[in-house]
C-alpha cells in the first residue's frame, strides 16, 4: 500500500464526528491501530505503524488543526488531544444531546429515512456521552416525532407483537406508507396540472375598457369559488362553498366550536338516521347517540365523558348494541360492547383505541380501512368525500332495550328478520344475543315462514 495516501477532507474543526470515523476507516484499511500499546523491548515495527498512523491523521488536518497537537509524540495522544477538545463529556454537552433529542420533530422536507437517520444519530450521540438509551425508546423517539399524517402506522404498532418491535420493521412499514403518501400526492398533483392546462387553452379575445373590468370581477369570483370548492361547508357538510354563504339552515352548535375535540370534524358531518358509524381514532371507547340503538343498556356510573375544549358531556349509560357488518360482500350479524350512550353526539363513533387495546390491527390504505384479527379481516371502512371513514355496518336498531327477563323464540325470530332458527342458536352461544328462551326450540314453527316456503300444487 502507498505510504500514507489518503482522500480524506482536511479537518477543519467541524464535524469531528464525520472526520473521526473517516480516520477509524482509513487506519484500519492500512491494518493499523492506534490502541496498540508500546512493546517494553525493541519497538522498531511498532514505532513505524505509529508514525504511519499520525501521518495519515496529520494528513487530513488543517495546518491551523495541527498546531493544536504539536507537542503529542504518538497517533493515540493525537487522536485523544482532538477528542478531549471536540468530544466534551461535560454534564452541560450531555444536558445540550438530551435537549436536542427530545425536542427534535421529523421535518417537513426530510424522508422518512433521512429522519429515521437523525434519530439515530442523536442516540448515538447519547451513548458515546455516556448515557444508556434503549431500542424501545428509539423506536417511542422515531412515532412520536412523526407528522400526523402518518398516525394509523403509530396505532397499528401499539397493536404489534412486541417481539416484532424492531426499528427495521418500524422503518419498513413507515418506507411502505410513505411510498403509499406519495402515490396520492402524485395523483393530486397530476390533477391540478391538468386542471390548470385546461384554463390555459382557452385564450380570451381582447375586450374593452368595459369588458375587461367585468372579465376581471369574474376572475375573481371564479378564483374565489375555485378556493371554496376545495373546502368543506362547516353548516351542511357538502363541498364548493363556505359555511358564510350556504342556503341551507344553519345547524345549532353544541358545545361551541370544538365539540368534541376528536379527529373526526364532527362539524362537518350532517344529522343522519343513526344506523351509520364513523371510524375515530380520537374516541377513547365506542359511542352512540341513540337510545333505540342498544340491544342492552345499563347505568352508567362513570365520570362524564371531557371534550378537548374542557367541556364535559353527559354519558347516559353503557350498552351493547347489534350490528350487521359487510365482510367480502358477506353480511353478518355481531356485537359492539361496552357503547357509551351519549345523546349529544351527532353521529355514532367507533373507536380505534378501543379495538387496538383488544388485539385488532388498523391498516389504512388508499380508500379503504381495514381493521384484522388474527391476520384476517373482521371489519371494512371505506373513505368518504369528506375524508373520514364509514364502516360497511348497519345497525340493527332496537331488537330490545333494557332487557330484564328472557323473551320467546318468536320475538327474536320476527325482530331479527325471520332468520333460521339455527343462527340464533348460534348467536346465542356466541353471546352475541342474550335473553332468549331456546326451550322450544325443537317445538318451534313460523306461520309467516311456512305459507312463504310452501308449494301450490297443480289441481
Known amino acids: 500500500m502507498e505510504l500514507g495516501k489518503t482522500n480524506l477532507e482536511k479537518f477543519d474543526g467541524t464535524n469531528f464526528k464525520q472526520w473521526k470515523f473517516q480516520i477509524k476507516c482509513a487506519l484500519r484499511a492500512k491494518g493499523l491501530d492506534i490502541n496498540t500499546p508500546k512493546p517494553d523491548g525493541k519497538a522498531i515495527q511498532w514505532n513505524k505503524d505509529d508514525g504511519m498512523a499520525m501521518f495519515v491523521i496529520t494528513s487530513a488536518m488543517d495546518l491551523n488543526q495541527i498546531a493544536l497537537i504539536e507537542n503529542c509524540d504518538t497517533a493515540l495522544e493525537v487522536m485523544t488531544k482532538l477528542e478531549s477538545i471536540y468530544e466534551q463529556k461535560s454534564e452541560m454537552t450531555k444536558m445540550m444531546i438530551h435537549e436536542r433529542f427530545y425536542q427534535y420533530r421529523m421535518s417537513p422536507t426530510d424522508s422518512i429515512a433521512q429522519h429515521i ?9 447519547l451513548k458515546e456521552s455516556g448515557e444508556t438509551i434503549s431500542e ?21 404498532w401499539m397493536s ?38 385546461m384554463k390555459k387553452k382557452s385564450v380570451p379575445l381582447k375586450k374593452t375598457n368595459k369588458e375587461s373590468n367585468e372579465k376581471s370581477n369574474e376572475n375573481s369570483t371564479e378564483k374565489s369559488n375555485e378556493k371554496a370548492h376545495r373546502f368543506t361547508c362547516y353548516n351542511c357538510g357538502k363541498r364548493g362553498h363556505f359555511a358564510r354563504d350556504c342556503r341551507a339552515p344553519k345547524q345549532k352548535q353544541h358545545g361551541g366550536k370544538n365539540m368534541l375535540a376528536f379527529h373526526v370534524a364532527i362539524s362537518e358531518l350532517k344529522n343522519d338516521d343513526g344506523l351509520k358509524w364513523i371510524l375515530d381514532s380520537g374516541a377513547s371507547a365506542h359511542m352512540c347517540f341513540k337510545r333505540e340503538n342498544f340491544a342492552e343498556l345499563y347505568e352508567y356510573t362513570g365520570s362524564p365523558l371531557k371534550l378537548g375544549n374542557q367541556e364535559a358531556i353527559e354519558v347516559a349509560g353503557r350498552g351493547n348494541v347489534l350490528i350487521n357488518k359487510c365482510v367480502n360482500g358477506q353480511w353478518e350479524t355481531s356485537i359492539l360492547r361496552n357503547v357509551l350512550y351519549v345523546p349529544k353526539l351527532r353521529r355514532n363513533l367507533f373507536s380505534e383505541g378501543a379495538v387496538t387495546r383488544q388485539g385488532y ?7 379503504d380501512a381495514l381493521i384484522y384479527k388474527d391476520n384476517k379481516v373482521v371489519l371494512c371502512a371505506s373513505l368518504q368525500s369528506n375524508n373520514i371513514y364509514e364502516l360497511n355496518i348497519i345497525t340493527l336498531q332496537n331488537p330490545v332495550c333494557n332487557v330484564v327477563q328472557k323473551l320467546d323464540l318468536k320475538t327474536w325470530h320476527e325482530r331479527l328478520g325471520h332468520i333460521n332458527v339455527k343462527e340464533i342458536q348460534k348467536m346465542c352461544k356466541n353471546n352475541v344475543i342474550t335473553g332468549v328462551d331456546l326451550s322450544d326450540c325443537d317445538k318451534f314453527v313460523c306461520e309467516g315462514c311456512a305459507y312463504g316456503g310452501g308449494i301450490v300444487c297443480a289441481f
Open 117 to 125: 437517520a437523525k434519530v439515530e444519530s442523536l442516540a448515538k450521540q
Open 136 to 156: 424501545t425508546a428509539i423506536i417511542t423517539k422515531i412515532l412520536s416525532s412523526l407528522p400526523s399524517k402518518y398516525r394509523s402506522v403509530r396505532q397499528a
Open 160 to 197: 404489534l407483537d412486541p417481539k416484532n418491535q424492531t426499528v427495521i420493521n418500524l422503518t419498513a412499514r413507515l418506507l411502505d406508507e410513505e411510498a403509499s403518501l406519495s402515490i396520492e400526492d402524485d395523483n393530486e398533483i397530476a390533477l391540478l396540472v391538468a386542471k390548470q392546462n
Open 361 to 367: 390491527n388498523i391498516v389504512k390504505k388508499h380508500t
